[in-house]
DNA sequence: AAAGCAACTTAATGTAGATTAAGAAATTTT
DNA sequence: AAAATTTCTTAATCTACATTAAGTTGCTTT
């Protein structure tokens, strides 16, 4: 079974023709590293759902410095929410940063999806909600703990992504410059 | 109408029957300011929609050092999501920070309604993503803006709070000290 | 209305993390 | 495999914000 209907099986049940039909709704693309899947400023027009590979999305500040929202690895969905559901230009790049295979959902599909098939309403909504969690929790770890502490959370949350994700990127999620991050992962294997 | 069916119905329409339906399955409580309504280390067992005063989520560090993550008034909906949905003990509190009269929705009623009626899950799911687009700017904004952007924006975005929230919540909520909060505040008016 | 407490202010001092800069290592491109 | 580019490291200096402390204003309680 495909991995996306695996992960929506993990919250909802689908017979066999509903599962096509939402298949039927994808498409699959595969990308290069180093591709940019979704410009700033543009609206965004699908979720991606990833088969493998690794993408992340992220926003520039006036300054040139970039900012990670979010990565996504092997089973995990990405966008961007805010252009999607307003259909407004975004602030968000999404980027694949490991070769990938994506499943692309798009808006209209989306909304089709949930007329025919109203069950999808309940994945989404479960699937939105645990992403709001991890967001709340990222946002008070961001106001009440220290970068090490991050750092240490974000190790135990994210075990694969330390070994894939380039150092300074890790250093843009948890919200401090690489050079800072190099000289505070190396005080902390000193210990 | 009542102001919670009023909220429900910029997003589904309900039938009569239906609003019926989903009043009865709520009560509405009276809370005195100084109210704490959930406490930390519990399960919580509601979501709470405003009638009318104003409420406030919030976790508390090792330190005593509170740290603001929501506030209701008017119309706004409040609760401990990670708890709601996972029926563990949460870390947040929630506080009536005025008199305040609100919708209770219990778990259970809120799991029956969306048997009875579906078309909920897509209004949760739309006001989950709503929540989400916030707090994911607001934690963008923690990454990449300077405390007096992180005011202005909170300024612009809910002008009627700044009246009502005491000033050192406020300092909580944009992530600095009260003692910060106000000499930057200072700073800001003599411009 | 007095007493008590919490919220706000101001100022001095301290520090986590930013910035700048320059070299070393690793990866990509040719 | 050389060249080019990007990532990582180290170290010096700087700054936004925290901490501490003490005084003031404004609520709340009695």
């Known amino acids: 079974m495909s991995l996306i209907i695996q992960n929506i099986s993990k919250h909802i049940s689908l017979t066999q023709e509903e599962e096509c039909l939402f298949l039927s709704k994808t498409q ?3 990308y290069k590293a180093k591709t940019i899947v979704l410009h700033s400023g543009e609206i965004c027009k699908h979720s991606y759902f990833v088969n493998h590979g690794l993408l992340r999305s ?7 410095v970039e900012h990670v929202l979010h990565f996504a690895c092997e089973g995990w969905w990405i966008g961007d929410m805010y252009s999607l559901i307003s259909q407004k ?3 968000l790049f999404i980027e ?3 070769d990938a295979e994506v499943v692309l959902l798009s808006k209209e599909n989306q909304e089709i999806l949930y007329q025919e098939i109203p069950k999808l309403e309940r994945f989404f909504r479960i699937l939105t909600e645990k992403s709001l969690v991890s967001n709340q929790e990222r946002l008070m770890d961001n106001l009440s703990l220290s970068a090490e502490e991050r750092f240490e959370k974000f190790c135990k949350k994210y075990p694969t992504l330390i070994q894939k994700v380039p150092q300074k990127q890790i250093a843009s999620y948890i919200g401090v410059t690489p050079e800072f991050f190099s000289t505070m992962k190396s005080k902390m294997l000193r210990k």
Chains 1, 2 share one sequence.
Do not use: A
Request: aromatic share 6%; charged share 10%; no cysteine.
């Open 28 to 30: 699959i693309l595969n």
């Open 58 to 64: 992220f926003n520039i500040n006036d300054n040139i």
């Open 96 to 98: 694949v940063l490991e």
């Open 89 to 91: 230009p975004g602030n």
